[in-house]
C-alpha cells in the first residue's frame, strides 16, 4: 500500500513570499490533515478535511493560510505571504475517516525555511 | 491544562538498555492511544496502536496503558542505536477522528 505522498521535501524561500505543498493520501482515506512541526515541538493540526469538506479549521492562520481538497483527493497547503515563524516542518496525514479506531499516517514533510 | 503531557527528554542511555517513555492526559474519552516514532527531517511512523487499558507487545516494544490514572507507557527492551529518534504519544476519542499529540521526547542510544 503506497504510503502519504508529499512535495516538495524542502523549500526555502525569503518573508513575504509565497509557498504551496502538496499532499496525495493514502488511497482510500477520506480524512486529511496538515500539520505544522515547529523544532521540538509535537505536531500542530492546521485544517482537517472530510472528502473535500472542512472539519477543523480552527488553527489556521486564515489571513496568510489557505488550504484545498479539491475531488476529495489530492490537496494543496498554501502561505502567502511567509513569515519568518513560518519555519517549520508540514506534515500531512491522512486516516480512513469512518470515526472507529482511527489510524494515522503521516507522509515525510515539507521543511519550509524562510528566510 | 494540556491534553496530553509528555516528558520531553532528551534522553540518552547506553546500547542494550531498557527505556521507558511516558506520557500523561487529561481527557477521559481517549480510547485509542498510539506510540508514533520520527527520524530526523522524517515523518512520524505509526510504531504501536492500542485501544483501551492494558498492554500490547511487538518484539522488542511495548506499549502499556493505564486509564485509571490517564497514562501511557512505551518500554523499549535492548535498546539500539537504531532507537534514536524522536517518539510521539497520541491519542483519540472512540468516536472522533481528531488526534491529541504530546510534544515528543527525543532518545538517543549510545554505542
Known amino acids: 500500500e503506497a504510503g502519504v505522498a508529499q512535495s516538495p521535501r524542502y523549500k526555502i524561500i525569503e518573508k513575504r513570499q509565497s509557498v504551496a505543498f502538496w499532499c496525495n493520501p493514502i488511497?482510500?482515506?477520506?480524512?486529511l490533515y496538515w500539520y505544522q512541526q515547529i523544532l521540538g515541538q509535537g505536531p500542530k493540526l492546521l485544517i482537517q478535511f472530510q472528502n473535500n469538506g472542512v472539519v477543523d479549521d480552527s488553527q489556521l492562520p486564515k489571513d496568510r493560510f489557505s488550504a484545498e481538497r479539491l475531488k476529495g483527493v489530492d490537496s494543496t497547503l498554501k502561505i502567502q505571504p511567509a513569515k519568518l515563524e513560518d519555519s517549520a516542518v508540514y506534515l500531512c496525514?491522512?486516516?480512513?475517516?469512518?470515526?472507529?479506531?482511527?489510524?494515522?499516517?503521516f507522509g515525510s514533510g515539507t521543511q519550509l525555511s524562510v528566510l | 491544562q494540556k491534553e496530553v503531557e509528555q516528558d520531553p527528554g532528551p534522553l540518552s542511555v547506553p546500547e542494550g538498555a531498557i527505556v521507558s517513555l511516558n506520557c500523561t492526559y487529561s481527557n477521559s474519552a481517549f480510547q485509542y492511544f498510539m506510540w508514533y516514532r520520527q527520524y530526523s527531517r522524517k515523518g512520524p511512523e505509526l510504531l504501536m496502536y492500542?485501544?483501551?487499558?492494558g498492554n500490547k507487545e511487538d518484539g522488542r516494544f511495548t506499549a502499556q496503558v493505564d486509564k485509571s490514572s490517564k497514562y501511557i507507557s512505551l518500554f523499549i527492551r535492548d535498546s539500539q542505536p537504531s532507537d534514536s529518534a524522536t517518539y510521539l504519544c497520541?491519542?483519540?476519542?472512540?468516536?472522533?477522528?481528531?488526534?491529541?499529540f504530546g510534544t515528543g521526547t527525543s532518545l538517543t542510544v549510545i554505542p
Open positions: 496525514a491522512s486516516s480512513r475517516g469512518n470515526s472507529m479506531g482511527e489510524k494515522l499516517f
Open positions: 488511497s482510500g482515506h477520506a480524512t
Open positions: 492500542t485501544y483501551s487499558s
Open positions: 497520541a491519542m483519540t476519542s472512540y468516536t472522533g477522528n481528531q488526534f491529541y
